[in-house]
């Protein structure tokens, strides 16, 4: 064998060998039809799900069609307070880098979910007896420890979730509670001195239209930046069940006066509830909520990004939350598409 010979085969087998590792990393190849996060992204809209661990470590099904269809992940409980904090002292990150190191590893945004909620707070929290000074350092302890972690890696938290109260007041919560309004305007500045350069959103649920809820939550983001406070979007949830959703001009309409006060909009987990068992023509209402709502986000300059609560019918909040109902996302139990994803897909691909 000649020198150039000896020389070329170890770098060609190291070049094919070094191709498969990194190819190994990437999400599986699509097989015909084009991924909705591809569709997406060629629109400008990152589409994303919500995703828990235990599925991704258990379910192979769950993680191919998690990683194909989804550019953006958000950890469906895996960063809340109580399962990050078993007690005061101790952080439990496992399940939330395992999340995060998947979404990388497959090609995903992440969105940080949630700093500071009123639920799935520990009990070593909420029945604790700390002083107003104690809990504030708990909290900005908390966020540091939390955004920071995550620095660079997350580049958008729901900082405050679910602050106002359906009548547009504000909250009783621990936090409102024992610290005060002043809480929320604390949780931004404390994540932003964190990551100064993550974008930090207010998110709640029923102020996607128009209504009291939704002008409090206009209210208090206004005020907060009119106050210099570190905040930059709105997060829609976007929890609809098929007799009850926000009509498509409202939503336009917030989302138009968001923009106009100079703040992003997403919609950060949506799903279309339906009584069970589902029928064909509550599959067909259901693609069209979502169909409408996909394009008023696309219509929408600053809606920046379209996240479904969770992958599959099989594994969904809805029936333990809302006994009866169920049905709600993109993919069937048995992982088939259902109508509203190809409804979203046609409007993606302009087709309808
Ligand atoms: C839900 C999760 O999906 C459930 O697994 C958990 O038991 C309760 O919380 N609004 C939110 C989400 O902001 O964090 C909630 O997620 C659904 C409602």
Redesign the pocket.
Known sequence: MNRLLTLLIPISFALIVGACSSVDEEPPEEEGEPALRDLAQARGLMFGA?A?APQINANPQYRVTLAREFGALTP??EL?FGPLRPSRVTFSWDNADALVTFAENSGMKVRG??LV?H??NPFWLTSGSFTRAQLMSILEEHIKAVVGRYRGRIGKW?VV??GIADNGSMRQSLWFERIGPEYIELAFQWAHEADPDALLYY?D?SAEGSGAKSNAVFNLVSDLKNRGVPIHGVGM?M?VSTDFFPGAADVAGNMQRLAAAGFLVDI??MDVRILLPASSGELAVQGEIYRTMVDVCLDAPNCMSFTV??VTDAH??IP??FPGFGAGLLFDENYATKLAYSRIRDLLSGLN
Do not use: L, M, P, V
């Open positions: 919500a828990d469906e409980n809340k979910h949630t909620w639920q799935q729901d979730n679910e998110n649920y949830q929890h950060t987990e609560w969770g969904s909040w333990g939350f």
